[in-house]
Structures are given as C-alpha cells and as structure tokens.
C-alpha cells in the first residue's frame, strides 16, 4: 500500500506491507538519496505476513515532493520527518533497519527517541563518512590499477592516505570526481557478484521518470552542504542501548574495518554477520539469508 502523507510539511511517500497487527519496522534507505524501491522490490514480499514493513523515501527523494527551489533541510530534518511519521501511524515503539546512510540516520534517531525503538538492523552503515570516504578511495585506487592507470590509482591513495583532519567536504568531492572517472567499473566497489549491474538494472526499469532519480542528487547535495553528515557518530555508541545486529558484506567497502572495530569495542554484546557473497547491498545480493537473519533477529526475545 503506498501513500503520500504530508509528514512536517511535506509530501513523503510511503509504502507498508504486512498486516497491521504485525510488529513495526522502518526502512530506511542510504545514498544519501537512493530511495527505498530496491529494498522493496527485494524484501518486501520476504517479509511478507511476519513484520508490518515501513520504507519511506525520505524528504525530496524519488517518489517523495521535490525539495522547492530555495528551500534548505538539514539532517535533523530527516530524524524529525521519521518521529513525526510514526505518530501519524500510530505506532508506539518500531525497529530500524538502516542501510548505509540509512545506518547514520537510524542511530541519530535512535539517540533521539530511544524509548520509540525496539531494535537496530544495520547493514554496511557508514557511521563516519570520511572513514567511508577514504575506504572507497583506496578500492578505487585498486579498479584504477586494474584498468592500467596508475598514475590515477597513486593519486587515489594518495587521498585515501591522507592526514587524519584533512576537510570532510573536499575528500567527498574527490570521491566523486575519480568515481566517475571509472566508468561502469565504479560498480565493482558496490556489488561482488558476477553481475555488476544489478542495482542498476532496477533502476533502469524501474517505473518512475528518470526526472524523479534526480531528485536523490539534491537531497544529497543539501545533505552535504550542511556538513552535519561528516560528523562520526562512533563516539557515541554506549548511549544507544537497543540490541543491534550489524550485517557486514565481506566485500563492501563502506563500512570500513576501523569502524567494525570501533562498533564492537563500544557495544561488544552487538550480534554481528557476515555477508560473504556480498558486497554493499546485502539485501539484494544474498535476499534470501539477509531476510531470514533479520526476521530471526527481530523476533528473538529480548
């Protein structure tokens, strides 16, 4: 069922599956930007009659109301945007999964509104995006190599081996200038099987106007602009006391191994699985085991 409701002034839409009876759990998807209709279109019907599923494509995203022209939100926005739906739906306590930035915002809210959240699914989380950033860098620095390039690849790590203050903002816009200079091998640093196109495929043929796909690039913009995203969140892990389950593609490289290790140093009770023929996107590589694990994980006793 999808619907667009007015949430804090704007037009956010949303889908549910699942019978409303079912336990409550919000997706939410990473990019910044992506939209939720490949967590949908690969989980959804998994789910299907055990949880009452929630995705939302968050504020000026895909299927969700343009941001208007001249109009700014910050990433505090997209924390309030959620509250202010789960009391729309009435629900009282539901759980997060959070999919690479989906991850940040989800621990964001959970710190926000602990008493609303049951339990976390985090699935390759960029909790400090510069981390993520340099981790992505240095896996360029590799498809570089492999295309016979190394002057690109050396300037790669060169970025990825930067001083640890070096400005957030400026390595991002590194990231994306040398990402897109690999072409369609970019997606050998998302996807570990054999096809490399498959989240683009759903894309492709997806059913919406290529006009609303753009609408992740300015919500991403606006994101990064105000800066707040570049703010590690590592720090603060023992103020969020709801059971976790992180889920790791073995070869993603978002969710760098510094933090894997800060995560678990900091919640060490955290149950934690590995995704071994996955690479980012989890949910769509290996659909089956992602689904099986989360419901289990959700539905074990506290």
């Known amino acids: 069922m999808g619907n667009d409701l007015t949430i804090r002034g704007t037009a956010l839409h949303v889908e549910i ?42 504020r000026g995203v895909l299927r969700s109301a343009p941001v208007p022209d001249g109009q700014t939100f910050g990433i505090t926005d997209l924390v309030a945007d959620c509250e202010a739906l789960r009391i729309a739906l009435g629900i009282q306590r539901w759980s997060l999964i959070g999919h690479s930035f989906g991850g940040y915002l989800a621990l964001l809210y959970a710190g926000a509104h602990p008493s609303a959240v049951d339990r976390l699914v985090l699935e390759n989380p960029t909790l400090d995006l510069v981390s993520s950033t340099r981790s992505l860098l240095a896996a360029a620095a ?11 690849a050396r300037t790669c790590r060169s970025l990825a081996n930067q001083s640890a203050d070096a400005p957030g903002l400026e390595l991002w816009a590194q990231l994306a200038t040398w990402l897109g200079g690999l072409g369609q091998q970019r997606d050998n640093l998302y996807v570990y099987g054999d096809n490399k196109r498959l989240v683009d495929e759903l894309t492709e043929t997806a059913p919406f106007p290529e006009e609303w796909w753009g609408r992740g690039s300015t919500h991403q913009h606006q994101l990064i602009s105000e800066g707040r995203i570049f703010l590690p969140l590592l720090g603060h892990l023992t103020s969020i006391p709801h059971p976790t389950l992180l889920i790791k593609g073995l070869h993603d490289h978002v969710f760098a191994l510094d933090q894997i290790a800060a995560y678990l140093q900091a919640k060490p009770q955290t149950r934690w699985s590995v995704f071994q023929a996955s690479g980012h996107f989890a949910h769509m590589e290996e659909p089956d085991r992602f689904a099986a694990e989360v419901l289990a994980f959700l539905a074990a006793p506290s």
């Open 142 to 152: 590799l498809e570089y190599g492999l295309l016979g390039d190394p002057v690109s």
């Open 17 to 58: 599956f699942g019978e409303m009876e079912s336990p409550a759990v919000l997706y939410l998807h990473g990019g910044p930007g992506m939209g939720a209709y490949h967590f949908e279109t690969w989980q959804a019907q998994r789910f299907a009659g055990k949880l009452r599923l929630i995705t939302l494509d968050q």
